[in-house]
């Protein structure tokens, strides 16, 4: 049950046909998954957003597609998003997440969790020692 | 500025400097950083919150300690804790998070949120294929 | 599937018939969505949180009935209720936001969390020509 | 910092003199906090905002006045409002709530972040005993 | 609809087992809800779980087990857990909470969330009779 | 106190120069506030988030210039980031937001946040008739 109503024959448009053929040679499937039927009643927003996450997700940079997926579902996690939890929790599982990873996964988005709340509740003062534009970069 | 009137001198209770002694053999500094100092406010929540910290970001699992430090940074981004975020960002550099690294980690962050956001507004139905429980995992 | 039994025979009550009244006269149509069936459970809670939505939302006031829709909107999105994204979207397509207004209003509230999140990553000081207290109002 | 310039002799104004004798009066104390100096930019919000909250919080309800503060201070935590978590703790504190209790509720709050981050993120199936307009109130 | 598989014969796994055992000891009951099942995936996190949620919301403490529900339900909402909401709401009503005291707390949860957003908004500085670390603790 | 270590001399960096160049003259002013400064960390990244927002915020689009700042006001409120509220109510000021436009604002946005959390903690089903996908678009 969608806010949207999606185009019935979305690939009648040559510009969303355009997505979903990048869609399938990027992943080497056929199949296109709900975000980017529905995203298609709007063929400028579906194409923008694919892009933004084709070449984040989709395309070698500093982090392992693995790891890159388990921070997308921490954060899909912190903001309460359903589709987006199920959707790159497959995609980390596609790309080799382990049950026990997964586990420890959401172990960590947990245990920050129980500490962000702590913390926003008590507001302790920042130790100037994390002020990196004084300290400059440990790294 | 906080809402927690921190002791004077924490390490007077045995059971606080119990904990200030094992975080600075665990970490091997003799630096307390403030969320330890005001937490001291009540020795068992200081127990529970570092025993919990510990044997999940101090201990060797599973994901390497750099991975844990970024997937809890996203998370206190998302749930917008400011101490969190400053304190994990150090841990993360002090393990070896580049400036590179850290501008993708924030690349993820915010494409996740701006995902999460568009697909909590469409709400598109979640595709059957992502159901774990049916298809068994993929991985 | 509800945390609330709610009253077979709300009408039965006197007070919630009152308001079930203004909702169809303040709308001029005989349907009742379920927000207002459920909260019939308690009366009080009913006339209160009815009252401030149509003050707000049903009477004229600075910003126009399509806009405040999709303020509503926004933040529902951002604070993740499902109920609330479908009947104001509903609300505002029914007060003239078109497709294309509403890709925009999806663009606009995940740019707005893209930035968010980098900047709650970043926590850069808020520059000081910001302070209204300081500068005044510019408008 | 704030977004707002507020008035610098706010009681100049008939409305919000009206308002912060009643807060004098219904608190017994001539101390008028920022949140109502600053909503003072606005007489109409400051009146609604104060009637709101002295009905609630100011007045005798079901629940005690240490706990609607202490629940008060629980959302807040969770919604990360700094200010709000301020004052409403140092309202709690002022109707009773003693430091083991504010550790309690620290305690309840982080567990509760803790449980709905792991839930969120395995999306279990809703029992169908907590329906509760199928089971009726089972209080 | 889950992102995990849960094992079909959950209590084929003795710790698994145990965990179960005493859930239905500490409940006084044969039924074993989802979160439970679901968790049974990793055992050591179903154990952490259960046994964090065990000692604080069934064990006798400072404050009393309905308002301790109370205060979960109000986090869990505030987090928009759907499942958490459910299972708390339907904890709290075990343990007394009528349907007048469920308004209240959506009265204090939603009057919190309002005034949260206002602040967050126009961000007043705190007034520093707030800061419990000057001041001490008034209680 | 930021996470991050911004360049003393951001433009030394031809790609961060031709960035400051571009907002110095859609603006037509030579003030650059922080969030750039800081972003220029990372060229790439400041790249992208400065096209994003200058293309949907600084460019003429179905909406006008006023409402979109006051839609990213609402979302930077729900979503707690403390700078992105200020340079919003800036950049909406500027755009001709009065006091009584702000205020309005305000109380919509945390009107909405009331009956947000209410629904989230009732859970009502949603009504069919929301379904975009069955019923058309109704505008």
Chains 1, 2, 3, 4, 5, 6 share one sequence.
């Not at 997505?19 to 080497?28: L, M, P, Y």
């Not at 388990?70 to 939890?85: D, E, G, K, L, T």
């Not at 995609?91 to 926003?120: C, P, Q, W, Y």
Request: include cysteine; aromatic fraction near 6%; hydrophobic fraction near 40%.
């Amino acid at each position: 049950m969608s806010t949207i109503n999606p185009p019935k024959d979305p690939e009648a448009d040559p510009r969303v046909k355009a997505v979903f053929d990048d869609i399938r040679q990027t992943r080497g499937s056929d199949f296109i998954n709900n975000v980017w039927r529905y995203l298609a009643f709007d063929p400028k927003l579906l194409e923008e957003v694919w892009t933004d996450v084709r070449d984040l997700m989709a395309t070698e940079t500093l982090l392992d597609a693995k790891t890159k997926e388990m921070i997308y579902v921490a954060v899909s996690i912190a903001n309460s998003c359903q589709y987006c939890v199920h959707s790159h929790t497959a995609a980390a599982k596609a790309r080799g997440m382990s049950d026990a990873e997964h586990a420890e996964l959401l172990k960590i988005v947990s245990t920050a969790a129980r500490t962000n709340h702590i913390l926003n509740g008590i507001q302790p003062p920042i130790d100037t020692v994390f002020d990196m534009e004084k300290a400059g970069n440990p790294a």
